[in-house]
């Protein structure tokens, strides 16, 4: 078997929003061949597959594959003129102006995949089938990013605030990974169990990489030249699964099943050692007094005689120099991990409906974070804040944040966050009616409790807010030491029918229906720049899930009908979707304190029409 595929998006205004004009949005395209071997690393994304099954005898059958995939895209300015443009943020509102950034992504990939199975019947008390693979991968990956003018202008309620100085990216990585797994299916009488291990090695290197001065701040930002370092730690991760179904009758219509398993996420490019380059794009943060009123940032207007007020993790102002970041990766770090266990019930209802129950519950854990060396929550002092200006509607509470009482330092360890685990616990009813007296239907309904809980070690910054702090809400913020947390948008019910009828005159008809709860909504307040290079934090009102948006419901509707003409078939279709043209409120403004606080950024697309026919011979 032999594949080539081809595939390009092309947008003219990604990411326009509310809060990104038009001037501020990307144009996306394929990479050219100015960054590598068009067709094979640039051009439209060219996907490249081998592959060959082997039929040794009546029970033993192996396939080998081998792929390329030249994975590329481009995030380019909106138009070329705009790259020497500042760009402007209203940090009140988060409006972006004027101009935005460009980024070029290449992150080709290879593999090798080799699986044999193995068919043994009647052995050892039962029916065997093996299984093995052995998968080697690799991932290349650079990315270069470059933000318009080389400076953010920032601006509070109009005034000038502060700049963002910023330098250029240029990051190259390489990962390797190799995993093998092995597992047996065995069937005795009624009983079916499956047992296997995987095994994965994944090391990852950060390549050398040039990166070029900002030209306004060359002492600030100076070129960097990298000349490459692997972190030096390996993941080898054992990943058990065991599963069993019995058939309680004999008959194949009542089964219980459970299953156990441990799964382990999968390492980036550059995930451990790109911690230890500063090949990123990096920036830092000083007060800024826009003298001449121009709205745009000249050198000396930057007071870069105070603290700067926030920065890049691997940036380090006292050796701006340095290719290295001020960080180190700890030796024993572990990989994050998810364990899963499900039990199950179906019963087959008749000759023709099924239904089903199970409970899955997840635990996840050994995360990974950036950790300050020597610091920890007793290195901040808490500051009462009452926002001001707020529009009418808008909820501006009084606040608490926190702030370092001394200079936040640049020393860092990348390691797992301890006190910090997620469990999941989720239930779930299904129904199936297969096609028979011209219907058929699958329905299902699901219900889940997702928490988080933190421990003191797991906090740096207090800024989490009281309301979400350790482990007694349905969230809090993933990050609550970057300053703004991760919003975690998780519904608690989810309803899904889908069913088909077959009308006369071969007309088919069907729809599809999903309801469920709406997502939190996150209302905060943004702080003042925080004292000692704390930056800005999003600090919320609320415990997550207290407010949300409204519950949605769609509806999809397809009618066709086929015509034939001997051994040709045409099928004309209709496709509705959002039949009811529902405008369900999906995204708001989070940010209280702004002229645009709770302002409608996004609602459900409206209805859609679609018109299609099929040929078939």
Same mark, same amino acid.
């Not at 052995?134 to 470059?146: P, V």
């Not at 004292?531 to 948006?549: D, K, L």
């Given at each position: 078997n032999f594949q080539n595929t081809w595939a390009e998006k092309v947008r003219n205004a990604r990411d326009a929003s509310d809060l990104r004009p038009i001037e501020t /949005?990307?144009?996306q395209k394929a990479g050219s061949s100015d960054f590598g071997t068009f067709g094979w690393l640039t051009g439209p994304s060219p996907f490249w597959k081998v592959a060959d099954q082997h039929v040794i005898n009546d029970k033993w059958l192996v396939d080998v594959m081998w792929a390329h995939l030249g994975n590329n895209f481009v995030l380019d300015f909106h138009e070329d003129d705009l790259r020497d443009v500042q760009a402007r943020l209203e940090t009140t509102t988060g409006i972006w102006g004027r101009s935005y950034q460009a980024s070029t992504f290449l992150r080709p990939t290879n593999s090798l995949d080799v699986v044999t199975t193995y068919f043994l019947p009647a052995t050892a008390g039962g029916d065997h089938s093996f299984k093995a693979g052995y998968r080697w991968r690799t991932a290349h990956s650079t990315s270069l990013n470059h933000r318009g003018g080389f400076i953010d202008a920032r601006f509070t309620n109009g005034v000038a605030n502060s700049a963002d100085i910023w330098r250029d990216q240029y990051s190259e990585s390489h990962l390797g990974t190799n995993a093998f797994y092995v597992q047996d299916t065995f069937t005795r009488n009624r009983l079916t169990l499956n047992l296997g291990v995987r095994v994965d090695r994944q090391d990852d290197s950060a390549n050398p990489g040039d990166v070029p001065a900002n030209p306004f701040f060359p002492t600030l930002m100076p070129a960097i030249n990298f000349q490459g370092i692997d972190a030096g730690v390996v993941w080898t991760? $054992?990943?058990?699964?065991?599963g069993a179904t019995y058939d309680l009758k004999g008959d194949g219509k009542t089964v219980l099943s459970t299953s156990y398993a441990i799964y382990y996420g999968q390492m980036s490019p550059g995930q451990l050692s790109g911690q230890l380059a500063a090949t990123g794009a990096v920036f830092v943060r000083y007060p800024w007094t826009d003298t001449n009123g121009d =709205? $745009?940032?000249?050198? +000396?207007?930057v007071n870069t005689s105070v603290p700067f007020l926030s920065k890049s993790n691997a940036y380090d102002p006292a050796n701006p120099t340095n290719a290295l970041a001020p960080a180190v990766i700890d030796s024993n770090i572990k990989n994050d991990r998810t364990r899963e266990f499900i039990v199950g019930f179906d019963r087959q209802v008749g000759s023709m409906m099924a239904v089903g129950a199970s409970y899955i519950w997840r635990k996840y854990d050994q995360f990974a974070w950036t950790d300050r060396l020597n610091w920890d929550t007793a290195n901040y002092r808490s500051v009462s804040f009452t926002p001001t200006g707020c529009p009418a509607g808008a909820n501006c509470a /009084?606040? /608490?944040y926190f702030e370092p009482t001394t200079q936040?330092?640049?020393a860092t360890q990348y390691t797992n966050r301890p006190g910090l685990f997620r469990d999941y616990n989720g239930f779930e009813l299904t129904f199936a009616k297969r096609m028979a007296n011209r219907w058929s239907m699958n329905a299902s309904? =699901? $219900?889940n409790d997702a928490t988080e809980t933190y421990e003191t070690s797991a906090l740096e910054d207090p800024t989490c807010v009281q309301n979400l702090c350790p482990g007694e809400n349905e969230y809090a913020p993933e990050s609550a030491g970057s300053g703004i947390g991760n919003v975690f948008q998780n519904s608690k019910w989810l309803v899904k029918v889908n069913g088909r009828v077959q009308l006369p005159w071969d007309i088919n008809l069907a729809a599809n229906m999903m309801s469920r709860q709406g997502f939190p909504f996150p209302a905060s307040i943004l702080t003042p720049n925080r004292a000692n290079g704390g930056g800005q934090a999003q600090v919320q009102i609320e415990p997550m899930g207290s407010t949300r948006y409204e519950n949605t419901f769609g509806m999809d509707l397809r009618v066709d009908k086929n015509f034939r003409f001997g051994s040709i078939s045409l099928i004309p279709a209709l496709?509705? $979707? +959002?039949? /009811?043209n529902a405008n369900t409120v999906a995204a708001q403004n989070r940010q209280q304190a702004a002229a645009n606080a709770n302002q409608i950024s996004g609602i459900l697309a409206p209805r859609v029409m679609r018109f299609g026919i099929t040929a078939r011979w």
């Amino acid at each position: 078997n032999f594949q080539n595929t081809w595939a390009e998006k092309v947008r003219n205004a990604r990411d326009a929003s509310d809060l990104r004009p038009i001037e501020t /949005t990307y144009r996306q395209k394929a990479g050219s061949s100015d960054f590598g071997t068009f067709g094979w690393l640039t051009g439209p994304s060219p996907f490249w597959k081998v592959a060959d099954q082997h039929v040794i005898n009546d029970k033993w059958l192996v396939d080998v594959m081998w792929a390329h995939l030249g994975n590329n895209f481009v995030l380019d300015f909106h138009e070329d003129d705009l790259r020497d443009v500042q760009a402007r943020l209203e940090t009140t509102t988060g409006i972006w102006g004027r101009s935005y950034q460009a980024s070029t992504f290449l992150r080709p990939t290879n593999s090798l995949d080799v699986v044999t199975t193995y068919f043994l019947p009647a052995t050892a008390g039962g029916d065997h089938s093996f299984k093995a693979g052995y998968r080697w991968r690799t991932a290349h990956s650079t990315s270069l990013n470059h933000r318009g003018g080389f400076i953010d202008a920032r601006f509070t309620n109009g005034v000038a605030n502060s700049a963002d100085i910023w330098r250029d990216q240029y990051s190259e990585s390489h990962l390797g990974t190799n995993a093998f797994y092995v597992q047996d299916t065995f069937t005795r009488n009624r009983l079916t169990l499956n047992l296997g291990v995987r095994v994965d090695r994944q090391d990852d290197s950060a390549n050398p990489g040039d990166v070029p001065a900002n030209p306004f701040f060359p002492t600030l930002m100076p070129a960097i030249n990298f000349q490459g370092i692997d972190a030096g730690v390996v993941w080898t991760d $054992f990943s058990p699964r065991l599963g069993a179904t019995y058939d309680l009758k004999g008959d194949g219509k009542t089964v219980l099943s459970t299953s156990y398993a441990i799964y382990y996420g999968q390492m980036s490019p550059g995930q451990l050692s790109g911690q230890l380059a500063a090949t990123g794009a990096v920036f830092v943060r000083y007060p800024w007094t826009d003298t001449n009123g121009d =709205a $745009f940032v000249q050198p +000396n207007e930057v007071n870069t005689s105070v603290p700067f007020l926030s920065k890049s993790n691997a940036y380090d102002p006292a050796n701006p120099t340095n290719a290295l970041a001020p960080a180190v990766i700890d030796s024993n770090i572990k990989n994050d991990r998810t364990r899963e266990f499900i039990v199950g019930f179906d019963r087959q209802v008749g000759s023709m409906m099924a239904v089903g129950a199970s409970y899955i519950w997840r635990k996840y854990d050994q995360f990974a974070w950036t950790d300050r060396l020597n610091w920890d929550t007793a290195n901040y002092r808490s500051v009462s804040f009452t926002p001001t200006g707020c529009p009418a509607g808008a909820n501006c509470a /009084t606040v /608490t944040y926190f702030e370092p009482t001394t200079q936040l330092p640049s020393a860092t360890q990348y390691t797992n966050r301890p006190g910090l685990f997620r469990d999941y616990n989720g239930f779930e009813l299904t129904f199936a009616k297969r096609m028979a007296n011209r219907w058929s239907m699958n329905a299902s309904y =699901a $219900f889940n409790d997702a928490t988080e809980t933190y421990e003191t070690s797991a906090l740096e910054d207090p800024t989490c807010v009281q309301n979400l702090c350790p482990g007694e809400n349905e969230y809090a913020p993933e990050s609550a030491g970057s300053g703004i947390g991760n919003v975690f948008q998780n519904s608690k019910w989810l309803v899904k029918v889908n069913g088909r009828v077959q009308l006369p005159w071969d007309i088919n008809l069907a729809a599809n229906m999903m309801s469920r709860q709406g997502f939190p909504f996150p209302a905060s307040i943004l702080t003042p720049n925080r004292a000692n290079g704390g930056g800005q934090a999003q600090v919320q009102i609320e415990p997550m899930g207290s407010t949300r948006y409204e519950n949605t419901f769609g509806m999809d509707l397809r009618v066709d009908k086929n015509f034939r003409f001997g051994s040709i078939s045409l099928i004309p279709a209709l496709d509705i $979707f +959002n039949l /009811t043209n529902a405008n369900t409120v999906a995204a708001q403004n989070r940010q209280q304190a702004a002229a645009n606080a709770n302002q409608i950024s996004g609602i459900l697309a409206p209805r859609v029409m679609r018109f299609g026919i099929t040929a078939r011979w």
